[in-house]
T-cell receptor, first 116, second 114 residues
């Protein structure tokens, strides 16, 4: 079975500051990794995903995450945040191959609050 | 194109009752999954359907059930409601599982059991 640990439940930062949201996973098999964002009273939106290939993946709004197999991590970073980035961010893992690969296992989430 | 539509958005039910939630996926999407979101447990996988077949099921009691119709629309049913079933229930759709194109989530149905 897979599990995900998001080390920080809340991360407050000032506008234009860099931010890193940490995610570690546990799995005995290969995995796919995802970051989702949830704004208040809304569903989740896919931010970016790692399936294979380049370990650095980027989103269209400036976020990036790097898959580190040796450290079993998939941290999310942004060099300069905006007020509009305030939301809850969820890291998720899915088994990479074989059976049961239709289920996402989510971390508990990190609430990013960007202050002016 | 239209997103994932979940109805109703809000629901209040009494303990012991049953409830049915509906999810209409994005046109062309054949995979539909359901998740329960609570402050204490976070996001937990309920089940996933593809072409009317349940492919995977989470660790929920038998009171939680679902189905998918030939047009890919899905429903989930919770019988004999308990206070602990109060949650945001999220439906997600994709062409064939989250790996191919990620999931598109609906806005959810917020169920309150009193």
């Amino acid at each position: 079975a897979q599990s995900v640990t998001q080390l920080d439940s809340q991360v407050p930062v000032f506008e234009e500051a860099p931010v890193e949201l940490r995610c570690n996973y546990s799995s005995s098999v290969s995995v796919y990794l995802f970051w989702y964002v949830q704004y208040p009273n809304q569903g989740l939106q896919l931010l970016l995903k790692y399936l294979s290939g380049s370990t650095l993946v980027k989103s269209i709004n400036g976020f990036e995450a790097e898959f580190n197999k040796s450290q079993t991590s998939f941290h999310l970073r942004k060099p300069s945040v905006h007020i509009s980035d305030t939301a809850e961010y969820f890291c998720a893992v899915m088994r990479g191959s074989g059976g049961s690969n239709y289920k996402l296992t989510f971390g508990k989430g990190t609430l990013l609050t960007v202050n002016p | 194109k239209a997103g994932v539509t979940q109805t109703p958005r809000y629901l209040i039910k009494t303990r012991g009752q049953q409830v049915t939630l509906s999810c209409s996926p994005i046109s062309g999407h054949r995979s539909v999954s359901w998740y329960q979101q609570t402050p204490g447990q976070g996001l937990q996988f309920l089940f996933e359907y593809f072409s009317e077949t349940q492919r995977n099921k989470g660790n929920f009691p038998g009171r939680f059930s679902g189905r998918q119709f030939s047009n890919s629309r899905s429903e989930m049913n919770v019988s004999t409601l308990e206070l602990g079933d109060s949650a945001l229930y999220l439906c997600a759709s994709s062409l064939d599982g989250p790996a191919q194109d990620g999931y598109t989530f609906g806005s959810g149905t917020r169920l309150t059991v009193v």
